[in-house]
């Protein structure tokens, strides 16, 4: 059997999530993320508390991330030392926080997880997207990228490729199930204030 042409980039559409799209069918291997999808996505953005966003190939859902408001607050969110110096340093005002955006779900179909079915690694797209679409826009203040990232070594080590750092000491000791971790948009110009 051979296998599968992948398809191109440019014939993955993206779109706001809404209630005509059928997401039964999508599976990334993790049922929290199938389950958000499926059950939770949309009365969330009913409910103002963050957006869903689906890449579309042919009509199928093949990936999806969600997007919502956030801030690091440098008095009580759990930063490492050097990671709370490096805000305090970046700006003349004492900010006790930071404005940012949160990926809140980021999540592959596993038919599409494999470079045999894609011509980009879709995760990768996704990420890139983001940091490019809020380091330029500048519809608003937003000076960090923050992901609450599922403690495994595959997703830490995704992020980290992607220029996230994390927010603690040592996400290995970390008994939580995510890690907060953050990308700085300031080092997408090459000025980092």
Same mark, same amino acid.
């Given at each position: 059997?051979?296998?599968?042409?992948?398809?191109?980039?440019?014939?993955?559409?993206?779109?706001?999530?809404?209630?005509? *799209?059928?997401?039964?069918? =999508?599976?990334?291997?993790?049922?929290?993320?199938?389950? =958000?999808?499926?059950?939770?996505?949309?009365?969330?953005?009913?409910?103002?508390?963050?957006?869903?966003?689906?890449?579309?190939?042919?009509?199928?859902?093949?990936?999806?991330?969600?997007?919502?408001?956030?801030?690091?607050?440098?008095?009580?969110?759990?930063? &490492?030392?050097?990671?709370?110096?490096?805000?305090?340093?970046?700006?003349?005002?004492?900010?006790?926080?930071?404005?940012?955006?949160?990926?809140?779900?980021?999540?592959?179909?596993?038919?599409?997880?494999?470079?045999?079915?894609?011509?980009?690694?879709?995760?990768?797209?996704?990420?890139?997207?983001?940091?490019?679409?809020? +380091?330029?826009?500048?519809?608003?203040?937003?000076?960090?990228?923050?992901?609450?990232? *599922?403690?495994?070594? &595959?997703?830490?080590?995704?992020?980290?490729?992607?220029?996230? /750092?994390?927010?603690?000491?040592?996400?290995?000791?970390?008994?939580?199930?995510? /890690?907060?971790?953050?990308?700085?948009?300031?080092? *997408?110009?090459?000025? /980092? +204030?």
């Amino acid at each position: 059997m051979s296998e599968p042409t992948p398809i191109k980039s440019s014939e993955i559409i993206l779109r706001k999530l809404d209630d005509t *799209m059928d997401v039964s069918s =999508f599976d990334c291997g993790i049922e929290e993320l199938n389950g =958000f999808l499926r059950e939770n996505a949309l009365e969330d953005f009913r409910r103002r508390m963050n957006v869903t966003y689906v890449l579309l190939h042919a009509k199928r859902v093949i990936a999806y991330y969600c997007i919502l408001a956030d801030r690091i607050d440098t008095k009580v969110d759990p930063i &490492r030392r050097s990671v709370r110096d490096r805000l305090k340093r970046k700006s003349d005002y004492r900010y006790t926080s930071f404005p940012s955006i949160k990926i809140g779900r980021l999540a592959v179909d596993k038919d599409f997880q494999s470079a045999n079915h894609c011509d980009v690694h879709l995760g990768q797209l996704i990420v890139s997207g983001l940091k490019f679409q809020y +380091a330029t826009e500048r519809q608003f203040g937003c000076r960090y990228l923050t992901v609450d990232a *599922m403690n495994n070594d &595959r997703t830490i080590s995704f992020y980290k490729r992607n220029g996230f /750092i994390p927010m603690i000491a040592k996400p290995s000791d970390n008994p939580e199930d995510t /890690i907060p971790m953050l990308f700085d948009l300031a080092t *997408m110009q090459g000025n /980092i +204030a």
